[in-house]
DNA sequence: GACAACTGTAACGTGATCGGTTACATTTGC
DNA sequence: GCAAATGTAACCGATCACGTTACAGTTGTC
């Protein structure tokens, strides 16, 4: 499995947006503090935008807000926006049916995976954007 | 992300050793139940006997076996047997340091990153290898 | 001891994906 | 009208996983 920054950005983005209360803020800076292209910033806020976690509006002074408090944004949501895939995937080749465990093991598999990635979700569920903005405010808070 | 069939392909061979409780099973035979190429298993068995989760033998006859009981080999074992990465990383290009939140967002976020990892093994860790292959066995148990 | 079956591993191709970049049409505040 | 900003397409390059072929090494069987 690569890899992945491409939520821990979204977080970033969302946490400037919530540190800034309210300014809009434009792609360019986004993209100065992530350290990336303005672009980049763009095609992620298209995601945020889908899940309706962020507004954006065109022209000069522009750029994107929170479309709700920080405090009313969870992890889980952001993870949800941006990601592409789930945690796990079956095989793209099917199993050979031929054999009694190839026959049936996906669908065993199946709810075991779906467990998992719900467990996941819920573990984010118990952070909100606003506790990740105050801990960068103020550090070595919620031990 | 990049979803990914590797652990659902690693159970599902070990589910077929279990299946033959104690017959070696050689790679070929392997890769007949899952569809693919012998060596792609062979290198799956690699990271499988690294974690001390098979023992292999060479030579005519030969193949793989578990190394301990089916119901003694949790999926969190085998996820992190075979994962080759944390589920969340973290870009690779640093954040701006200039920026507030670009200088504290990824210490704010590891620990956050890291409960989301475990919530995961936690999960996987309510199954074993002997519940995958029961459930195989006979549909329909564990509703 | 020869043979055949099997593993371990290297080498290489390929397709998919992702971050990055440039470019440009469009929107909109001033 | 102008300048600032978004939305979006096109393209590049690196990376990665899967697949495939090939071959040396190991080992049970005859």
Redesign the interface.
């Known amino acids: 499995?690569?890899?992945?920054?491409?939520?821990?950005?979204a977080?970033?983005v969302l946490?400037?947006l919530a540190?800034q209360d309210g300014d809009a803020v434009s792609s360019q800076r986004l993209s100065?503090?992530?350290?990336?292209n303005p672009v980049i910033i763009r095609r992620l806020l298209l995601a945020l935008k889908r899940a309706r976690l962020v507004e954006t509006r065109k022209g000069p002074r522009a750029g994107s807000r929170l479309s709700r408090s920080a405090a009313r944004i969870s992890?889980a949501e952001v993870y949800r926006a941006v990601?592409?895939?789930?945690?796990?995937?079956?095989?793209?080749?099917?199993?050979?049916g031929e054999?009694?465990?190839?026959r049936?093991?996906?669908?065993?598999?199946k709810p075991?995976?779906a467990?998992?990635c719900?467990?996941?979700e819920?573990?984010?569920a118990q952070?909100s954007l606003a506790e990740?903005?105050e801990?960068?405010r103020k550090?070595a808070r919620r031990g």
Chains 1, 2 share one sequence.
Request: proline content about 7%; overall charge positive; glycine content about 4%.
């Open positions: 499995m690569r890899s992945n920054g491409r939520f821990a950005v977080v970033h946490a400037v540190y100065a503090s992530v350290n990336t992890l990601r592409c895939a789930e945690v796990f995937g079956l095989p793209c080749r099917k199993p050979n054999c009694p465990v190839g049936r093991i996906q669908a065993v598999l075991v995976l467990s998992a719900t467990a996941l819920r573990e984010l952070w990740v903005v801990t960068v550090p």
